[in-house]
Structure formats: structure tokens, C-alpha cells
């Protein structure tokens, strides 16, 4: 085959605590990860020139080497140079519909679909293990975004451990397309603030992220049961996020008002938040709703669903 299109859902963060800092200067964290049907298509295929080239609809992403997406292809050229030197370049093509800088992984799943992509594109047969530590290199939440569905994510959220899937959640998402919350500046005010509290020893430290295993909202995801999930979600970004952008507060305040909502949490870092309904039909109504208590054309709102996949091949030529 040349050439691959890819299908790369972006993911919501059910649950996202912070416990410690990192000698790399990251976080320990300890999350639970959903991929959703909002997905970007990625086509790989195999580049005219000896060149990584990609592409973007979406004016905001940049086609350089700043992309994520490019990072992966140069990183697949760096690791298996003779496959580089046998097929010759890469074309990497982006639809985007994923929101950009949201904290709903668009540039991660990106990077996770070209792995993917050029994988099959060069008949490498990697590993789903190895697929996800040549992802964790480009970012922490490369690996979850490759096979995406539902699990916990400790470390710096590379470490994975898959929970059953749950496919029969409705979902709310809205961003404001023009605002964007720096994920860089939201771990540093909330060390700034709660980093007192962080846990220093690292058996502790185990002992906290494992407590996630074994905890409220684990329960409720084997349980499969919604509204159980929504009154369990929480984020401790929002902690620092909400009260800095009265938008983003705003959107929460209004989506827990609506009927049929069963919980509501920002999404990572945001800006995007995000409602889980009781049903389709219930999602789209409070979809109408929000745009009508917020009628603000930089508004943008999604219907979409859980997920039980991450990167999936819609078709190869
Ligand atoms: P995360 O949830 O992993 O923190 P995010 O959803 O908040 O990510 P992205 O959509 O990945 O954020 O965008 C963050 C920044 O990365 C953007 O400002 C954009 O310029 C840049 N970027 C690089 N590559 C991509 C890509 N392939 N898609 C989207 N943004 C990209």
C-alpha cells in the first residue's frame, strides 16, 4: 500500500489529579482518559520527494517542524533509517475537526495517527508497546491517543493501564474558538498555588496513583453506568483555569443548569468543557439550549460519544 487514511479521535480527561512534581520538571499525574468520536482524518502516504511534508486545513496548525505530526514522521526516520531510505519521503494530509489547543489532545492524536500510519506504510509490524514508547518521546499523551478507548494514565500520563470500554456516553463539548489556555502556564499556577500539597515520597507517591485503581470513578466506569460517571468527574486544573477565565466558568455554570446533565468538567487544561447526557437526544437539546444562553458566534459545540478505539484505518490505497 502507498497510501493510509487514518482516523485520530481526540480524548476528555474523566478524571485528572495532580500529585507531585517530577525531577523532569513535569507532573505526576494520575488520570483517567475517554477517546470521543470528534476525530481528525490523517492520510500518510508515501511523499514524492525524499522530504516530510504535511499539510493542514485548519489556518491555526502550523506545517512545520513545530507540528507534532511532522515530530512523529521525523522521529520514524530517525529510528528506521533504511525503511526511510527505502520508501523515500512522507505526506502527511490533516482534517482537522478536533478544536486546536482545547486540552483535548489534537496535536497528540495526530502525532499517535502518523506512527500509526507509517508503520503500516513501511511494513515495520511494531508492537502496540512499541508504537507507544516512540509516542511517549513526542508527548505524554501520545501513547493513550493510540489505542485510545478508556484507561488510566499515571506518570506523566504515559503509563497506561485499559479499563473496559465504554461506548454509550453522550457528550456535550464546547470551546471558544478564539481562546486559548497555555497548558504550561496552568501546571505553573497551580504549583504556584497547591504545590505545598504535593506528596514528596515516592512509596506515597505509588500509593496515590494506584488508589486511582481501585477508585470512585474506576468503580463507576466498570459499572457502566453514566450517571455515576458524571457525579465522579473531577479536574484539579479547574482549580486555577476557572477562576482566571470567567468564560470557561461561565460555560461550566451553564451547562450544570441544563436538563439532562448529568455532570460537567473541563476538559485537561481547557479551554473546552464538557457535559455527559443522558441520552443522544438529550445532548443535542442542551446543545440548542447553551447556544441560546450563550449566543456568541465564537462559540463552538459538539455532539459526540464515547469511543472504544484511538487510531483506526478508515482506508489504504
Ligand atoms: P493536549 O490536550 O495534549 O494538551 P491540546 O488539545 O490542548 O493538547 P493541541 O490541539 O494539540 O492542544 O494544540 C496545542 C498547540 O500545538 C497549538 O497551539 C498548535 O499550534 C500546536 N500544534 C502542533 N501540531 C499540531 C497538530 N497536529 N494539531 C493541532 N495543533 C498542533
Redesign the pocket.
Known sequence: MRSYSLIAP??INLYLEIIGDRPDGFHELAMILQSIGLA?RIDVKVGDTEAIRVR?N?P???TDK????YRAAELMATEFPDAYAKYGGVDIA?A?H???????????T??AAVLVGIDLLWQLGLTQSELEELGATL???VPFCIAGGTAIATGRGEQLSPLPSLDNIYIVLAKYRSL?VS?AWAYKTYRASFGNSYIKDKEDLAARASAVHSGAMVKAILHKDATEIASKLHNDLEKVVLPAYPQVLELRETFAKQEGVLGTMM???GPSVFAICESKEQAEKVKVNVTTAIPDPDLELFVTQSVTHGIKVASSI
Do not use: R
Request: aromatic share 0%; proline share 6%; hydrophobic share 35%.
Open positions: 481526540a480524548k481528525d493542514c485548519h491555526q496548525v502550523p513545530s507540528n507534532l505530526a490533516i482537522k478536533i478544536p486546536v489547543a482545547a486540552g483535548l489532545a489534537g496535536g497528540s495526530n502525532a508527548g505524554s499523551d486559548e497548558t476538559s485537561g487544561s
